[in-house]
């Protein structure tokens, strides 16, 4: 099977296979990008490249439905009442909708430091139900909490989801770890939103247990490892 899409370039329909959704990132996607970039690949050489290798590092960070979550975090934190209402409602729409067309497989890795590559997103059967679970779940508690006028609460809410399904599809150990130490961060802060004394204790106690937890992951990670 085929698909026709539209080079708007040109002004004409071509017919592609449709392996990967063109927001995705296929080869097509990126022929498109390379010929939108091409003069500054040209004329600035390392720096035209360095604004290349940029634009196609964020269409791939969008292809991932936790990143998605954590911005509609930041947005309904900034975002008028009226306008936090929609992206809570929309924002985990749209994670659902990349969740569901995550193509068993996908595998996605960004530069860190000294040649290591973080693997952030790598899909296969388990990974890929969990994480439709949490982003119907974000989705759910988005419309739920479309009411609260905490703009904090918001964040930690969307925050909180998208670092859950950080860790579900995380390929290697330091982005596991990254992600459910952000989870931690982000349930505490969402207890304390409460700012009573009760929600302050029980945000401690839980941040200690989540800190036990934690370490014991990372001591089984470097047994593992070692």
């Keep these: 099977d085929t698909i026709q899409v539209i080079n708007y370039e040109d002004s004409v329909v071509e017919t592609i296979l449709p392996e990967r959704h063109i927001f995705m990132g296929n080869a097509y996607f990126y022929g498109k990008i390379v010929s939108m970039f ?7 050489g390392k720096k035209g ?11 791939e960070m969008m292809m991932h439905p936790g990143i998605i979550l954590v911005l509609v975090g930041l947005l309904a934190m900034i975002a008028p009442k009226c306008v936090r209402k929609v ?3 929309v924002g985990p729409l749209a994670a659902l909708y990349v969740a ?12 860190f430091v000294r040649g ?3 693997g952030i997103l790598h ?3 388990l990974s890929w139900i969990f994480t439709f679970i949490f982003s119907v779940l974000a989705l759910i508690s988005g419309i739920y909490a479309c009411h609260n006028e905490n703009r904090m609460e918001a964040l930690c809410a969307m925050a909180y989801a998208g670092c859950a399904i950080g860790v579900t599809l995380a390929k290697d150990w330091l982005t596991l770890i990254f992600f459910w130490e952000a989870m931690a961060v ?8 409460k700012d009573s004394k009760i929600s302050r204790r029980a945000g401690f106690r839980y941040l200690l247990v989540h800190m036990f937890g934690g370490n014991l992951l990372l001591a089984g990670i470097f047994l593992h490892l070692g």
């Design 38 to 44: 091409g003069d500054d690949i040209v004329g600035n």
């Design 116 to 118: 290591y590559k973080l």
């Design 123 to 125: 899909v296969d059967k």
């Design 49 to 59: 490249m360095n604004k290349l290798v940029g634009y196609m590092m964020m269409s």
């Design 87 to 89: 992206l809570l409602a």
């Design 186 to 193: 982000t349930s505490v802060f969402l207890v304390w939103c």
């Design 100 to 111: 569901y067309n995550l193509q068993l497989g996908t595998d996605v890795t960004i530069d």
